[in-house]
C-alpha cells in the first residue's frame, strides 16, 4: 500500500518557467516531508523539507507547499534550469518518526 | 569529508543464491538505514540501524537481513534470492538518532537476479 503517491512519472518543462511536482500522502500521521533530487547513477540528495505546522518553506528557486487538509504537497522550481533534470522523490515522516515513506518518484526534464 | 560509499557498486547472481552488501557511513555518522529502489515501487524502507541495534524495519520478508557494526559500517544480506529482488539497494547515512535530520544517500549498489 503507497502511502506516499506521485502520480507524474513524468513531467517536461521549457528552461526558465516554473516546475510543480506533486505529491499525495494518505496517512495523517505524517507531520515532517521531504524532496529528494535523483540523477542517473548516483544516490538521492536532499533538496527541501518542510514541517507540518507550516505551509511553505522556501530555499532559492525551490519552494515546498503544503496543504494538510488535501493531504497534498508540491514542489516549485522558479526558474527551471537544464540541470534540474533530475528524478524528484517526495518523501514523509510519521509523529512516530519511525521510518520514511517515499513516493515513485518524477522524472522531471527541462528543455533548454 | 568522504561520502556514503557503497561496494559494490553492480553484481549479478542467480535464483537462490544469497547476497551480502556493504555500506560506510560518512564518518560520525551513527544512523544507516537501507532502501530497495524498483520501477514503480520508487524506494521501499527496509530497515535502519542505530549504534548497532536495528531500530526499525519495513514490510520485507525476513530472507533480507541487515547487521551494523562497531564502526557504523552497514552490511545487508538477503538469502535465496528471487527474481523479484533484482533493483538498486541504496543506505544513507544521519549523524543522530532523529530522522529528520538530512539523510545523506550512498550511490546504490544494483543487483541483477537471473
Known amino acids: 500500500d503507497q502511502q506516499v503517491k506521485q502520480n507524474s512519472p513524468s513531467l517536461s518543462v521549457q528552461e526558465g518557467r516554473i516546475s510543480i511536482l506533486n505529491c499525495d500522502y494518505t496517512n495523517s500521521m505524517f507531520d515532517y516531508f521531504l524532496w529528494y533530487k535523483k540523477y542517473p547513477a548516483e544516490g538521492p540528495t536532499f533538496l527541501i523539507s518542510?514541517?507540518?505546522?507550516?505551509d511553505k518553506n522556501e530555499d532559492g528557486r525551490f519552494t515546498v507547499f503544503l496543504n494538510k487538509s488535501a493531504k497534498h504537497l508540491s514542489l516549485h522550481i522558479v526558474p527551471s534550469q537544464p540541470g534540474d533534470s533530475a528524478v524528484y522523490f517526495c518523501?514523509?515522516?510519521?509523529?512516530?518518526?519511525?521510518?520514511?515513506?517515499f513516493g515513485t518518484g518524477t522524472s522531471l526534464t527541462v528543455i533548454p | 569529508k568522504a561520502g556514503v560509499t557503497q561496494t559494490p557498486r553492480y553484481l549479478i547472481k542467480t535464483r537462490g543464491q544469497q547476497v551480502t552488501l556493504s555500506c560506510s557511513p560518512i564518518s560520525g555518522h551513527r544512523s544507516v538505514s537501507w532502501y530497495q529502489q524498483t520501477p514503480g515501487q520508487g524506494l521501499q524502507f527496509l530497515f535502519e540501524y542505530f549504534s548497532e541495534t536495528q531500530r526499525n524495519k519495513g514490510n520485507f520478508p525476513g530472507r533480507f537481513s541487515g547487521r551494523q557494526f562497531s564502526n557504523s559500517r552497514s552490511e545487508m544480506n538477503v538469502s535465496t534470492l528471487e527474481l523479484g529482488d533484482s533493483a538498486l539497494y541504496l543506505c544513507?547515512?544521519?549523524?543522530?538518532?532523529?530522522?529528520?535530520?538530512?539523510?545523506?544517500f550512498g550511490p546504490g549498489t544494483r543487483l541483477l537476479v537471473l
Open positions: 544513507a547515512s544521519t549523524q543522530g538518532a532523529n530522522l529528520q535530520e538530512t539523510q545523506y
Open positions: 518542510i514541517s507540518s505546522i507550516k
Open positions: 518523501a514523509a515522516i510519521s509523529n512516530t518518526g519511525n521510518q520514511f515513506y
